[in-house]
């Protein structure tokens, strides 16, 4: 089994900054992707931004700009650096990651339990 631990949720003003941090543990013999997805009360879960294990990240428009993500592969940990908070960045974030458990090629994905972002004053 695979476990992803997140941390550094919280609340914070408009204009803020949080840092997210995500690891990952368990039967890993390779992780592809590592992301971020995002859910507000009474909408879908949505992308945020992620990045594969060479450093190609992807973030969407409505972040880009003021979120950054970053891989350590040795450490097996995904970070979203979040700057210039919005009250409508305020979601659950729940961390993602494409692993193949055992090295036969087969990908499952994996979440963590997600964290509470707030913008608010």
């Known amino acids: 089994q695979v476990q992803l631990v997140e941390s550094g949720g919280g609340l914070v003003p408009p204009g803020g900054s949080l840092r997210l941090s995500c690891a990952a543990s368990g039967s890993i013999f390779r992780i592809y992707s590592m992301g971020w997805y995002r859910q507000a009360p009474g909408k879908q879960r949505e992308l945020v931004a992620d990045i594969n294990s060479g450093g190609t990240a992807t973030v969407v428009d409505s972040v880009k700009g003021r979120f950054t993500i970053s891989r350590d592969n040795a450490k097996n940990t995904v970070y979203l650096q979040m700057n210039s908070l919005k009250p409508e960045d305020t979601a659950v974030y729940y961390c993602?990651?494409?692993?193949?458990?055992?090295?036969?090629?087969?990908?499952?994905?994996?979440w963590g339990q997600g964290t509470q972002v707030t913008v608010s004053s």
């Open positions: 993602n990651a494409i692993v193949d458990p055992s090295g036969r090629g087969y990908r499952y994905a994996y």
